[in-house]
C-alpha cells in the first residue's frame, strides 16, 4: 500500500521536496501541503499541470493549522517537514503533534540537491537577513571580470501562478513585468539586472537547472532565508551574523548550512559588538573547524546626505528580514541614528495587512516592514507610507522601492556591497575553486 504523506511548507521547499522525490514515486500518495509564513497561500492548488501523472487533480494545499486533523482524517503515515528559518523547538513541536497523532515526522538532506553537470557554487545562511545577496552579488560579479558566466538561481518564491512561473529567467526589467513580480522577487532578482547579470527562478529547479546550464560556465545558488542548497554544491559558502550571536545553532535549517559549510563569512563585523564576533567565530571553531573563514561588512550607504541629517524620516525595511528574520532594524534605521534623523513610527498609520503585520510581530516599532506579496499588499504598503507626515522616507530595501509604488514625497535609498575585511577573501576562495575545477 502506498504510504500518506502531507508535506509541511511555506511555498518553496515543499514543492521542490515534492517534484524530486515524490511527485513520480508509486510508493507515496501525497494527501496535501500545509502552507504558513506567506499570505494567501493556503486554499489554492498545487497544479496538475506540475503534479504528474499521479496526481491529475492537483494537490490542495491546507493551513498548517489544520495539521492535527488531517493526520486523522486522512490516516496520514508521514509527515515530512519542508520549510525553513524557524526555531529547533518550532519543527519538534511540529513533529510532536505528528507523533501525537499517529504519524511518522521526516526531514528530508541530500535526496533533494539535484546534481548539475556544471560546478555549483551555493550561497546560503544561518538566518535570513544576513547578507547573502549582497556575498552572491560578489560572486558572480568577480567570475565575471575572470571572463567566468556565473549564472545565478534563486531559491523559490512562488506567489503567483505556479503554472506560469515554472521556469522563469530575469535579464531585463521587463521580465520582471512579465513575470508579474512582486516586491519581495524584485528585492531578490533586481540587483542583479542592474549589474548585467541574468538569474533564474521557478517552481520546477530541476528544469531551471538545465536551462540554465546551456548558458552557463558556473551555477550560483542564491539562497533563500537560510535554507539549504537544491543543488548538490562543489563550494557551500554560509553567511553568519555577529547581530543574532548563537543563532547559527538554534534555527533549522541553518545550523545544518553551518556544520556543512565550505566557507563561512561573518559579515557586519564593524557594527555589531566584539563579543557576539567571538561568538559566532567560537561556535566555528568548535563545530565547523575546517570552514574557511572571511570577515566581512556590509556598509551602508544613502544618496544625498545632507538632505536627510536631523530631518523626521520614515524608515522602510526588507519585509522578510524584519518578519521571520526576527530583526528589529536594517540597512535605513542605521543611516536614520547615523544622521541624527526623528524616526516616525508607522504602527498607528498601518491598514490592511500591513496593520496585521505590526499586530504578529510585536517587535517591530520604529521601522516599516515592506510588505509586498501581492498587488493588494502592495498597494497597502503604498496607502501606509503616504498617511504618514515626515520630511523624507528612508528606503532599506534591496530595490529601489519608489518605483514600484508611488511615494508622494522626497525618498532616498540606501546601499550596501559586502568588503573584506584582510585575507582570506571571496577572491582568494574563488581562485581556489577555479584551479580545483
Same mark, same amino acid.
Given at each position: 500500500?502506498?504510504?500518506? +504523506?502531507?508535506?509541511?511548507? *511555506? ?9 524530486t ?8 500518495e ?16 498545487y ?14 494545499? $491546507? ?6 486533523g ?8 508521514? +509527515? ?18 505528528? /507523533? ?13 540537491m ?8 551555493? #550561497? ?7 547578507? !547573502? ?6 560572486? #558572480? ?7 567566468? !558566466? ?13 503554472v506560469?512561473?515554472a ?14 513580480c512582486?516586491?519581495e ?23 531551471? /537547472?538545465?536551462? *540554465? ?24 559558502i ?22 556543512? *559549510?565550505?566557507?563561512?563569512? #561573518?559579515? !557586519? ?7 557576539? +564576533? ?16 572571511i570577515k ?12 536627510i541629517? &536631523?530631518? $523626521? +524620516? ?10 521571520h ?26 491598514? &490592511?495587512?500591513?496593520k ?13 516592514p ?44 540606501t546601499?550596501?556591497n ?8 571571496? $577572491? ?10
Open positions: 500500500m502506498k504510504k500518506k +504523506v502531507i508535506i509541511l511548507g *511555506a511555498a518553496g521547499r515543499d514543492f521542490h521536496d515534492f517534484n522525490y515524490f511527485r513520480d514515486n508509486e510508493d507515496y501525497v494527501v496535501c501541503f500545509t502552507a504558513t509564513q506567506i499570505p494567501d497561500i493556503s486554499g489554492r492548488k497544479p496538475a499541470e506540475l503534479a504528474g501523472a499521479l496526481y491529475p487533480n492537483g494537490i490542495p494545499i $491546507k493551513d498548517e493549522k489544520e495539521l492535527a488531517l493526520i486523522k482524517e486522512h490516516n496520514i503515515d508521514e +509527515v515530512v517537514f519542508s520549510y525553513s528559518d524557524v526555531t529547533h523547538e518550532h519543527v519538534m513541536h511540529l513533529g510532536s503533534i505528528c /507523533l501525537a497523532n499517529g504519524a511518522d515526522f521526516k526531514l528530508i538532506g541530500k535526496h533533494m539535484v546534481k548539475s553537470t556544471k560546478p555549483v557554487i551555493s #550561497v546560503c545562511a544561518v538566518r535570513t537577513g544576513c547578507g !547573502k545577496s549582497q556575498v552572491s552579488r560578489k560572486i #558572480v560579479s568577480i567570475l565575471k571580470e575572470k571572463g567566468v !558566466k556565473a549564472v545565478a538561481i534563486r531559491h523559490p518564491m512562488p506567489y503567483g501562478d505556479l506560469k512561473q521556469v522563469q529567467r530575469f535579464e531585463t526589467y521587463e521580465d520582471l513585468d512579465k513575470h508579474e512582486t516586491i522577487e524584485m528585492e531578490e532578482y533586481e540587483p542583479y539586472i542592474e549589474r548585467g547579470l541574468i538569474i533564474y527562478a521557478g517552481v520546477d529547479y530541476e528544469k531551471i /537547472l538545465r536551462e *540554465a546550464e546551456k548558458e552557463a560556465d558556473i551555477i550560483l545558488w542564491d539562497g533563500g532565508n537560510n535554507d539549504f542548497p537544491f543543488y548538490k554544491p562543489d563550494l557551500h554560509v553567511v553568519a551574523d555577529p547581530h543574532r550571536p548563537g543563532h547559527e545553532l538554534k534555527y533549522h535549517p541553518g545550523e545544518a548550512n553551518f556544520r556543512m *559549510a565550505d566557507v563561512i563569512i #561573518v559579515n !557586519k563585523i564593524g557594527t555589531a559588538e566584539q563579543e557576539n +564576533v567571538n561568538i559566532v567565530l567560537n561556535n566555528i571553531k568548535k563545530f565547523n573547524p575546517n570552514a574557511e573563514i566581512a561588512n556590509s556598509p551602508v550607504t544613502i544618496e544625498n546626505e545632507e538632505e541629517k &536631523g530631518k $523626521k +524620516v520614515l524608515v522602510v525595511e526588507d519585509g522578510p528580514t524584519l518578519t528574520g526576527g530583526m528589529a532594524y536594517g540597512a535605513g534605521y542605521v543611516i536614520a541614528k547615523k544622521l541624527g534623523c526623528e524616526i516616525i513610527n508607522p504602527r498607528e498609520y498601518a491598514v &490592511g495587512s500591513i496585521e503585520t505590526f499586530n504578529k510581530f510585536k517587535h517591530l516599532k520604529e521601522i516599516l515592506a510588505m509586498g506579496y501581492g498587488e493588494k499588499q502592495m498597494e497597502e504598503l503604498q496607502e501606509t507610507i503616504n498617511k504618514i507626515d515626515c520630511d523624507a522616507v528612508i528606503i532599506g530595501t534591496p530595490i529601489d522601492l519608489a518605483k514600484h509604488i508611488n511615494i508622494g514625497k522626497p525618498n532616498y535609498r546601499v550596501y559586502l568588503e573584506e575585511i584582510g585575507e582570506p577573501d571571496l $577572491k582568494h576562495v574563488l581562485d581556489k575553486f577555479m584551479e580545483e575545477n
